[in-house]
């Protein structure tokens, strides 16, 4: 390992990691090194600009807190969660696409009855979602959870507000495999920009929003999990979200509503939307 040089350094790092404690690991690692000199290779940086991106990475990490992941920020932002999301969830035909989880998932959310409403009072407009949930064969789920969560009419989430938990919760499907409850209506919102994930997106020309959108995660024993989000046409950032998620079989309208008897019978006193979509489940052991 002496006297390397541009030409000789890669080989010999690989050769350095090729007793690795398992296959998986020396494919990564070896992986990781072709792909990593073949970067500096190319942009060719300077010392100061490879102190730089050690300082960027420290400030991101940094950044990181209890409510807070820079790091998947960044992830989201630069392509990567959304390329291993569809990675690791090639579906079959007919089923619902997934997409990111998103930073603004917690544990804890209660679960609440069919028809209730999660919105806990924020103010907004009255938003009635529904929907069925059914394998690839058309065969409802009964008991499926349904857990749903989303930003309020500003675009904020409630952990970013409060303690308290709002505009989340679980639901179970009935015995046909429907769902029914209220919320309000959300908004498209920028992801935290306030940090290293911000500068660099402002150095690259790009905004930081995401286009409006509802989120899900479905589970039913014996099937995949499914992580998705419903998003909403026309929205201005439908066609530029800073995390990629799109998916085309993903958007859908809202249905304007007068106020009066509302599908779950009960009477809502003001105009409102309604968002109906079904999901479909695809087979497997992670359900």
């Not at 209506?185 to 997106?201: E, W």
């Not at 066609?239 to 309208?253: E, H, I, P, W």
């Amino acid at each position: 390992m002496r006297d390397l040089d541009e030409n000789t350094l890669t080989d010999e790092t690989l050769r350095a990691v090729s007793g690795g404690s398992s296959p998986r690991v020396r494919q990564v690692s070896q992986a990781l090194i072709r792909h990593l000199h073949a970067f500096v290779r190319e942009v060719e940086p300077s010392q100061a600009e490879w102190e730089y991106g050690i300082d960027f990475l420290t400030r991101v990490g940094h950044m990181c807190s209890d409510v807070r992941q820079e790091f998947v920020l960044l992830s989201d932002t630069l392509g990567v969660s959304m390329l291993v999301d569809a990675i690791n969830h090639r579906k079959p035909e007919g089923a619902t696409e997934t997409t990111v989880l998103g930073p603004f998932f917690v544990d804890g959310r209660p679960e609440l009855p069919l028809g209730a409403n999660m919105s806990d009072g924020v103010p907004g407009t009255p938003l009635f979602i529904s929907g069925t949930v059914r394998d690839v064969a058309a065969r409802p789920l009964a008991g499926a959870a349904v857990d749903c969560w989303h930003s309020d009419a500003e675009g904020s989430y409630d952990v970013q507000r409060s303690a308290e938990l709002t505009m989340r919760a679980r639901f179970r499907a009935d015995d046909e495999g429907r769902f029914w409850f209220w919320s309000v209506r959300p908004r498209y919102y920028p992801i935290p920009n306030d940090g290293p994930v911000g500068d660099m997106l402002a150095a690259q020309g790009r905004h930081p929003f995401r286009p409006e959108h509802v989120h899900f995660m479905i589970a039913a024993p014996g099937f995949e999990t499914l992580i998705t989000h419903v998003f909403i046409d026309g929205d201005p950032y439908l066609d530029s979200d800073v995390v990629f998620g799109v998916k085309n079989s993903l958007v859908t309208r809202y249905r304007p509503c007068e106020a009066g008897t509302a599908p779950d019978g009960s009477v809502v006193a003001v105009p409102y939307l309604a968002l109906d979509y079904d999901f479909v489940l695809a087979p497997g052991t992670r359900g």
